[in-house]
């Protein structure tokens, strides 16, 4: 991984971490469909009209994916976080962190069994390492503590399947910046939402949330639709194009790490076990920048190349800033 694109990822990570507790303390005045629906709708139109700006109206053409885009966005957001906030209703935020944790292992299968692409070895080692981490720091050592696995654990499964999908899904649309992929499946999402909210409140099995509710959870509101949905989705599509999907999908180790941090802030105690979790889990993300960091070709000696002569030693090393020359 570079280190410039690496940043990409780890910012989005960052902001998720800091979302769970911001989310839970949401959901005591909004059901977890509104609270979804309501976050898009908002994140649709920061990012439309970003869109526009950048890129004008031509961006909005889906050029024959049409279907591709929606249901990415179906799955990925709509699926996401509505099974996201349900799950948090059930299970403890630490065991919900916990499982977003396992992005990466899912999306390496996710790619091996869309794209035939066979995990590598040491991304897979790493991933698991780093999971290790997350549970040390999760569990404070104790196991004991995941033994049932409820609703909750079924709705994250859920959620993280669909994540992955469309982390997977991203690296498929390289043709397209991360802004006008983000924007599209995003709009996606928010309809699907849209309708089923609509549908849930008419029926009756939730509760349209009143103004009273929508304005006290502005804060919360603020931060996941800015912070959380805007600039964090986009830092991520941009990682995964960069970095694609199975490297950038490490970063989500540090998701429950960073809930653990904020954690703490409030004034958490921090045992010894979970500060060997965090460090494990950091150290795993690094040596799998390292592991998957490209080689540097070796120049040939004016001697060894006699009679071999490389026309443009550039498009060797570096095809494509041959092609954009």
Do not use: C, K
Not at 203 to 229: F, K
Not at 246 to 266: K, W
Not at 296 to 311: E, I, K, L, N, Y
Request: charged content about 10%; proline content about 5%; overall charge positive.
């Amino acid at each position: 991984m570079r280190s410039r694109a690496a940043a990409f990822p780890l910012l989005a990570v960052l902001s998720w971490g800091v979302m769970f507790p911001v989310l839970a303390s949401a959901l005591v005045r909004v059901d977890a469909l509104n609270l979804a629906t309501a976050r898009y709708v908002l994140a649709a139109a920061v990012l439309l009209a970003l869109l526009l700006l950048r890129e004008g109206a031509v961006a909005l053409r889906l050029a024959g994916r049409a279907t591709e885009v929606a249901v990415l966005g179906i799955v990925g957001f709509a699926g996401f976080n509505l099974l996201t906030n349900l799950a948090l209703g059930h299970a403890a935020p630490q065991q919900i962190a916990l499982f977003a944790a396992t992005t990466p292992l899912v999306t390496q299968l996710v790619r091996w069994a869309r794209d035939g692409v066979r995990p590598r070895p040491a991304l897979l080692a790493l991933s698991l390492v780093a999971l290790v981490g997350v549970g040390l720091v999760i569990t404070r050592g104790r196991l004991d503590g995941l033994g049932e696995f409820g609703v909750g654990g079924l709705l994250m499964v859920g959620a993280v399947l669909a994540w992955a999908t469309y982390t997977h899904g991203a690296s498929r649309f390289g043709g397209w910046s991360p802004l006008r992929y983000t924007t599209l499946t995003t709009l996606a999402g928010m309809l699907a939402m849209l309708a089923a909210s609509t549908v849930a409140d008419l029926a009756g099995w939730q509760h349209a949330p009143a103004a009273a509710d929508l304005v006290a959870v502005a804060p919360q509101l603020a931060y996941a639709v800015i912070v959380a949905a805007v600039i964090a989705v986009l830092a991520w599509n941009t990682g995964v194009q960069r970095l694609g999907s199975a490297n950038a999908a490490l970063f989500m180790n540090l998701v429950p790490v960073t809930t653990f941090a904020v954690q703490a802030v409030r004034g958490y105690q921090v045992g010894a076990v979970e500060l060997v979790g965090a460090a494990l889990t950091i150290a795993a993300l690094v040596a799998a920048n390292l592991t998957t960091r490209p080689r540097p070709v070796a120049r040939q000696r004016p001697a060894d190349s006699a009679g071999t002569a490389v026309a443009d030693p550039v498009a060797v090393v570096d095809p494509v800033a041959a092609v954009a020359r």
